[in-house]
């Protein structure tokens, strides 16, 4: 039973414009959400986080909301840029961390010219 | 830079062997996790150690075992290698930032049995 999901394999924007990752997660007890970008070849890397506790976290480009009631959280990236195409990968964490991240299956984006 | 060091970066081998695959995070790293990203799934947790301890463990199988030595460096032995044990093998250690989950990870042991 997958507990974190996201819907969408690839998305494909265009430069300059709003790229939105969707992320649907069933557990109620997850605390805590992440979003992890990842380039081939490489380790995924940590982007942006938010509590359960809020419903908006901003970092530059990047913002990331919170739906608890749909249990639903998205990650918003304007403008999007080439160095943005990579595959992100939404995370959660239980109350007390014990089980690990819980990880969907990721969302290739794709940015393109 | 991640501060995580895993090697080899690629392991082919045959189905019924065994390989060990080996992390080493930065000096003073206590914690360390290991986690498995097969071709059509997300990231699988399948264990943490913290100083030497076993802290937490996920969707480890029973074949493949881990262990967290003195220096700190970590191992991750898989035994009785099958075709589905394919995948990328990542090995990460926490942040220093007090970012609840956050993780820097390794760029991963890719391994291939054929």
């Known amino acids: 039973d997958q507990q974190v999901k996201q819907n969408s394999p690839s998305l494909s924007v265009q430069e300059g414009r709003i790229s939105i990752l969707n992320c649907d997660y069933t557990n109620s007890m997850f605390d805590y959400f992440l979003w992890y970008k990842k380039y081939p070849a490489e380790g995924p890397t940590f982007l942006i986080s938010i509590s359960s506790i809020k419903d908006k976290n901003e970092d530059g480009r990047f913002t990331v909301f919170l739906n608890k009631s749909a249990k639903h959280l998205s990650l918003h990236i304007v403008p999007s840029q080439p160095g943005d195409s990579a595959v992100y990968f939404c995370a959660a964490r239980d109350g007390e961390g014990a089980d690990g991240l819980t990880f969907g299956k990721g969302t290739h984006l794709i940015i393109q010219p | 830079d991640s501060g995580v060091t895993q090697t080899p970066k690629h392991l082919i081998t045959a189905t019924g062997q065994r390989v060990t695959l080996r992390c080493s995070p930065r000096?003073?790293?206590?914690?360390v996790y290991w986690y498995q990203q097969s071709l059509d799934q997300g990231l699988q947790f399948l264990i943490q150690?913290?100083?030497?301890?076993?802290?937490a463990k996920g969707n480890i199988l029973e074949r493949f075992s881990a262990q967290q030595f003195p220096d700190l460096h970590s191992e991750l032995n898989l035994s009785s290698l099958e075709l589905g044990d394919s995948a990328l093998y990542f090995c990460a250690r926490e942040g220093l930032a007090g970012i609840p989950g956050e993780l820097f990870f390794g760029e991963g042991s890719r391994l291939t049995v054929l």
């Open positions: 150690y913290y100083n030497g301890e076993e802290r």
């Open positions: 000096s003073g790293d206590l914690s």
